[in-house]
């Protein structure tokens, strides 16, 4: 078993529009003690958050207004709590999304956009987004470090890169759309791919993660 992260309770946010069980199936085969939150009262912000997503943006973001996770969240991000965001999640904190009405948590000033339904030759473009890309990012792209390897994509829709790409440290590209694969606020950092299913890459990258939060939050 992977110690890394043994003595770390990540909270993992349950929105209730998504399964969240092979996050925390991943999170536990790394050896952290994952608290899921259905509700962000009497929940404190003493412990990284992990905000997964699988859904609708719509209905996500209405769950993020309706059961009080907004200002939680907000707070959390405020006081420097590490975040991570997950697909959706990683949407959620842009400002807003094509796929529907709602607003994201703005932590990033970017909106989520469609994939058009031709790529760059004017070919049929196969939507969603689902298979392996090469994942090398820079070394000031998180504040950890992160090895290369190879990352799980399953989204139909993509994060707009900023003109200035200071918030998207790291790009990818998919039928000559370009998008961030990576977004980061502070110390919030959204993934567009699926570390939960990217196998020893993602678990490389999740283990990177924790032992960079556990250090954070001593």
Same mark, same amino acid.
């Given at each position: 078993?992977?110690?890394? /992260?043994?003595?770390?309770?990540?909270?993992?946010?349950?929105?209730?529009? /998504? &399964?969240? $069980?092979?996050?925390?199936?991943?999170?536990?085969?790394? $050896?952290? @003690?994952?608290?899921?939150?259905?509700?962000?009262?009497?929940?404190?912000?003493?412990?990284?958050?992990?905000?997964?997503?699988? *859904?609708? =943006?719509?209905?996500?973001?209405?769950?993020?207004?309706? $059961?009080?996770?907004? %200002?939680?969240?907000?707070?959390?991000?405020?006081?420097?709590?590490?975040?991570?965001?997950? +697909?959706? #999640?990683?949407?959620?904190?842009?400002?807003?999304?094509?796929? #529907?009405?709602?607003?994201?948590?703005?932590?990033?000033?970017?909106?989520?956009? @469609?994939?058009? %339904?031709? &790529?760059?030759? *004017?070919?049929?473009?196969?939507?969603?987004?689902? #298979?392996?890309?090469?994942?090398?990012?820079?070394? %000031? +792209?998180?504040?950890?470090? +992160?090895?290369?390897? @190879?990352?799980?994509?399953? !989204?139909? =829709?993509?994060?707009?890169?900023?003109?200035? #790409?200071? +918030? !998207?440290?790291?790009?990818?590209?998919?039928?000559?759309?370009?998008?961030?694969?990576?977004? @980061?606020?502070?110390?919030?950092?959204?993934?567009? =791919?699926?570390?939960?299913?990217? !196998?020893?890459? *993602?678990?490389? =990258?999740?283990?990177?993660?924790?032992?960079?939060? %556990?250090?954070?939050?001593?």
């Amino acid at each position: 078993m992977i110690q890394a /992260g043994k003595k770390l309770s990540p909270r993992v946010v349950d929105l209730g529009v /998504g &399964n969240i $069980g092979s996050v925390l199936k991943m999170l536990t085969r790394l $050896g952290a @003690r994952a608290e899921v939150l259905t509700s962000p009262r009497d929940a404190g912000r003493d412990a990284p958050i992990v905000l997964p997503g699988v *859904g609708h =943006f719509s209905r996500a973001a209405d769950a993020l207004h309706s $059961g009080g996770w907004r %200002s939680w969240l907000d707070a959390a991000h405020a006081s420097d709590v590490p975040i991570l965001g997950i +697909c959706l #999640g990683a949407q959620l904190m842009c400002l807003s999304s094509e796929e #529907g009405p709602g607003s994201g948590l703005g932590w990033v000033p970017t909106r989520v956009c @469609r994939f058009p %339904s031709l &790529n760059a030759e *004017g070919a049929p473009l196969r939507v969603p987004h689902m #298979g392996w890309q090469p994942f090398t990012p820079p070394a %000031s +792209c998180f504040p950890f470090v +992160c090895e290369p390897g @190879r990352m799980y994509y399953a !989204h139909s =829709f993509y994060i707009e890169p900023s003109a200035d #790409g200071t +918030c !998207h440290p790291y790009q990818s590209e998919y039928g000559g759309v370009r998008f961030g694969a990576v977004v @980061r606020a502070r110390r919030a950092v959204g993934v567009q =791919f699926h570390p939960e299913k990217s !196998h020893r890459h *993602g678990m490389a =990258f999740l283990r990177s993660w924790l032992d960079w939060a %556990s250090k954070e939050r001593l």
